[in-house]
């Protein structure tokens, strides 16, 4: 168990529609990653949360946005649904700095959410 | 071509059998991580390193920042060994996180 926790597991919508998908990270982590897993593209890095912020951004369509709250878990929200939108997105978190024993950079994944656009 | 290149893509190795999946990458990076997706899916992250080798249980990781190339090792392999690895690597100035992502090689340990 990484300590990082997605829901859903599995969603099924259909072309056009929204989905919110939750993260919450290990405890004290404080940057949230989004990544998205295709049969095509395979991993690729959606946007960076530091604390609130907005740190970095990848490959993120504007369709897709994502915030983090003030109790650091983050929401991916996918808009307008599109058939090429199916695919297993990946939360991670990390800890920034040494402290307690953890390392910087150890990324902690959590389980995906599978989302299926019919 | 991909930034972060992989090899094999696919490998079918025999148990105790030692094991090496390549990484080269054609973009500077400041570190490089190793995954291990498991045929359900999750991802676990096995090492990130920036220089030189390391070392958990039987795997090892190696990487020559020069030469933009990285290793991973597994040694007297196990079917429980079999899943994907994927290596990614981390951008000059970027975060953890920030990750361009090899197409991963798919391992099957027989017993």
């Known amino acids: 168990d990484s300590g990082v926790t997605q829901t859903p597991k599995h969603l099924i919508t259909a072309t056009g529609q929204r989905v919110t998908l939750r993260c919450s990270p290990r405890?004290?982590?404080?940057?949230v990653y989004w990544y998205q897993q295709s049969l095509d593209q395979g991993l690729q890095f959606l946007i960076q949360?530091?604390?609130?912020?907005?740190?970095a951004k990848g490959n993120i369509l504007e369709r897709f946005s994502a915030q983090q709250f003030p109790d650091l878990h983050s929401e991916l929200n996918l808009s307008s649904l599109e058939l090429g939108d199916s695919a297993l997105y990946f939360c991670a978190s990390s800890f920034p700095g040494t402290s307690g024993g953890r390392k910087t950079g150890e990324l902690f994944f959590g389980e995906g959410s599978r989302l299926t656009v019919l | 071509k991909n930034e972060v290149e992989q090899s094999p893509q696919n490998l079918t190795a025999q148990e105790g059998e030692f094991i090496t999946i390549n990484c080269s990458y054609s973009?500077?990076?400041?570190?490089l991580h190793w995954l291990q997706q498991h045929p359900g899916g999750g991802i676990v992250s096995l090492f990130m390193?920036?220089?030189g080798k390391k070392k958990h249980g039987r795997l090892i990781a190696t990487i020559n920042i020069q030469e933009k190339h990285s290793s991973l090792h597994i040694t007297a392999s196990h079917p429980r060994d079999s899943a994907v690895y994927i290596c990614a690597g981390m951008n000059y100035g970027g975060s953890q996180g920030n990750l361009i992502f090899g197409k991963g090689t798919k391992l099957s340990v027989k017993p």
């Open positions: 390193l920036s220089s």
């Open positions: 973009v500077g990076i400041s570190a």
């Open positions: 949360y530091y604390n609130g912020e907005e740190r």
């Open positions: 405890s004290g982590d404080l940057s």
